[in-house]
């Protein structure tokens, strides 16, 4: 595990180059392709994305060994060449932005705590909310209420004010319980720790954890380093209740304007109610 965001990016930057071009097949129609030839790997050669980007193949090896700072066309050509989605893109911008954008904003006019008593209080003012929480820059949930807690720690009576997110999914098996479609909120839980890391300014706490979880969890080091970023926005996941009925929750996450890091979370039920596993 990079000790730091410098180390971070350098290794990023070389597997998620890696990754994506080994996506891409080849189109056999490109002058630089050989109809026929053997492939020892799968996707795009290196010489291929350098050609399909218009930059030269020693240049484009140094890009992905992250030895040079492409400027922003070619950061451009390459993601096209990629075929990359605009999460994506922003990824790799970061990653090679000595400066990216950061993590926390937090203006003089308006203080933390008035922006997280002003989601709490949008949270607790919806109809038809199966669970809300705060999510804030470390990938920490907080401010459940008792109904969230309940469906989250389903039969434990010492259940958390304040935990994270990355902890509940690696660690705590009666995630994959509650989440139904695991493996695929697990891949959305690192890619949001992703965007963090690209972000720079993590803090030695959430660093720490990371590099406990890739020795420990043989799941959170294949996922993570597939280099899937990841924003949680809009979507919408199974849910098992405590009751064992399994509901499609649509969510979406509402940042603050004066804090982005800071976002609301908010679960809402869908009429439907699939049957119980018991059921079945």
Do not use: C
Request: net charge negative; hydrophobic share 35%.
């Amino acid at each position: 595990m990079p000790a730091g965001s410098t180390d971070y990016r350098r290794q990023a930057i070389s597997g998620f180059l890696r990754t994506r071009r080994a996506e891409i097949e080849p189109d056999p129609s490109w002058p630089i392709v050989e109809p026929g030839g053997s492939r020892r790997v799968p996707g795009l050669r290196r010489e291929e994305v350098a050609w399909k980007a218009g930059v030269s193949v020693d240049y484009y090896v140094k890009v992905e060994q992250a030895k040079v700072r492409p400027s922003e066309p070619i950061i451009t050509a390459i993601a096209d060449a990629l075929e990359l989605t605009g999460t994506d893109a922003a990824y790799l911008r970061m990653l090679f932005d000595p400066n990216p954008p950061a993590a926390v904003q937090i203006p003089d006019v308006v203080d933390v705590d008035t922006a997280r008593y002003s989601l709490e209080y949008v949270g607790t003012h919806l109809d038809d909310v199966l669970m809300t929480h705060l999510l804030d820059d470390e990938l920490n949930i907080t401010t459940l209420d008792d109904r969230t807690r309940a469906i989250l720690f389903p039969g434990h009576d010492d259940r958390p004010e304040r935990f994270s997110l990355l902890e509940y999914i690696f660690d705590d098996p009666v995630s994959r319980r509650v989440y139904v479609d695991w493996t695929e909120k697990a891949r959305e839980v690192v890619g949001l720790a992703h965007m963090r890391l690209a972000q720079g300014g993590v803090s030695p706490q959430l660093e720490s954890l990371i590099a406990h979880l890739m020795s420990r969890s043989s799941a959170f080091a294949h996922i993570f380093k597939q280099y899937r970023p990841y924003t949680n926005t809009v979507g919408s996941w199974r849910i098992r209740l405590p009751d064992n009925t399994t509901h499609t929750s649509r969510y979406v996450t509402v940042s603050s304007p004066t804090h982005p890091a800071l976002s609301l979370v908010i679960y809402r039920s869908d009429a439907e109610t699939e049957r119980s596993d018991s059921a079945r």
